[in-house]
């Protein structure tokens, strides 16, 4: 969400990558290995410290712009896609095999609970430039994003899977601000996922990326998050709690809590929902005092599998490994002038793009979803399209 530093002898190995002669993919955030394993920074705070040193207290840092030698070797669109298609036990599609409503809801919730992804501190992915997409594949699940906005960044998702079980449509729009102390991402936007045959729409959040820089380096989710079916008339209520440490000590911000109840009587809780959201929350029956195991990390986010190109010729000009590659092979390979000059590139034809339509009078519109902004600024996307289809890149089902 805002981008940060990379060092120059701690790049990812190849060995963590896949590649195609037009597009490099990387490894997903796991809970271990993958690039947190590979990235290890020396004097991350430092240097991290030196890039705000101009930067006023309340600045808006969605479009602050940074060197190669700060980026994960991955776009925005690419990590949103990645909560979505890389999931170990596949919670999303536990969502539409509930026997009844309150089983598809706590199904939901526990997906909702797996898109949360260890951050790394000091590392940022690339910003999307306009019109770039991504399109994956895992199964019968295809999902596909685009860059719909550049001023604001409002990223665009829409996936479906083949038996008409699940679709989710999501708009996002993440606003970073520097606190001085600190780096708070709130990210906006609505995230639908829908059950087709049940008639039902779950509506929900997610929470904030804190970013702590004095007086230690830390990085967590934080905030409220809240899940509504207005269909069955159920609520949810997550708080992922920040730690209250102190050089490190004195908490752990990767706990999460909540409860499970009827919008009609949020008094009267169904379910309890206490853990933590890296290793294992359970979800206990208020009524009848059972306990049960509502979320594993271990077997959602663990030893995650990069994705393959399947189809060379069917990757889209526009895809984001495509976007990138130049820049990210030249990060995986630690030539960072070469990165630097890749990025500019990217970022400067995609000026001159803008430039030239501004100039022509042209209004440039998403290829796959429309978009619009309501009275209060919030952007809210829907995709042109009733199914995506299937992708030339594929994310394994499995470990």
Not at 184 to 195: I, M, N, S, W, Y
Not at 196 to 209: I, R
Not at 229 to 253: Q, V
Request: hydrophobic content about 35%; charged content about 25%; proline content about 6%.
């Amino acid at each position: 969400l805002v981008e940060s530093e990379v060092d120059a002898s701690a790049a990812p190995t190849a060995t963590a990558t896949a590649r195609a002669s037009a597009a490099v993919l990387t490894a997903p955030l796991s809970l271990e290995g993958g690039l947190a394993a590979e990235l290890q920074p020396a004097n991350l705070v430092q240097r991290v410290l030196s890039l705000f040193g101009n930067v006023r207290p309340g600045a808006d840092l969605s479009h602050f712009q940074l060197p190669a030698t700060f980026n994960l070797p991955k776009s925005q669109l690419q990590l949103y896609g990645e909560i979505v298609y890389c999931d170990g036990d596949d919670y999303l599609s536990r969502c539409g095999k509930g026997k009844d409503s309150l089983e598809r809801f706590t199904a939901v919730v526990a997906w909702s609970i797996s898109t949360t992804r260890p951050p790394i501190f000091g590392f940022a992915p690339y910003n999307p430039v306009l019109g770039e997409t991504h399109h994956v594949s895992r199964g019968s699940l295809h999902v596909l994003l685009e860059q719909v906005c550049h001023k604001p960044p409002v990223s665009a998702l829409h996936a479906t899977d083949d038996g008409g079980n699940v679709e989710l449509v999501w708009s996002q729009h993440p606003v970073p601000k520097f606190n001085g102390a600190s780096i708070e991402a709130t990210v906006h936007g609505k995230r639908q996922v829908r059950l087709p045959k049940f008639n039902e729409t779950y509506e929900m959040d997610c929470p904030n990326l804190l970013i702590r820089l004095l007086p230690g380096p830390s990085v967590e989710w934080s905030g409220t998050v809240r899940i509504v079916c207005k269909d069955s008339g159920l609520e949810a209520e997550l708080s992922y709690h920040r730690s209250n440490s102190f050089m490190g000590m004195g908490g752990d911000g990767r706990c999460v809590k909540g409860k499970v109840f009827h919008s009609s009587s949020p008094q009267d809780t169904v379910f309890e929902i206490d853990g933590y959201w890296d290793r294992t929350v359970s979800l206990k029956d208020v009524e009848s005092g059972e306990v049960l195991v509502l979320y594993d990390a271990n077997l959602s986010i663990a030893n995650l599998v990069t994705p393959e190109v399947k189809d060379e010729e069917g990757l889209s000009s526009t895809e984001s490994a495509v976007v990138w590659s130049e820049v990210s092979e030249a990060i995986l390979a630690k030539d960072w002038e070469k990165a630097s000059e890749a990025k500019r590139k990217v970022e400067g034809t995609a000026r001159s793009l803008e430039k030239e339509r501004n100039e022509k009078g042209e209004v440039w519109m998403p290829k796959h979803f429309s978009l619009s902004q309501d009275k209060d600024g919030n952007w809210e996307c829907w995709p042109l399209e009733k199914s995506v289809r299937p992708a030339p890149i594929v994310s394994p089902s499995d470990h």
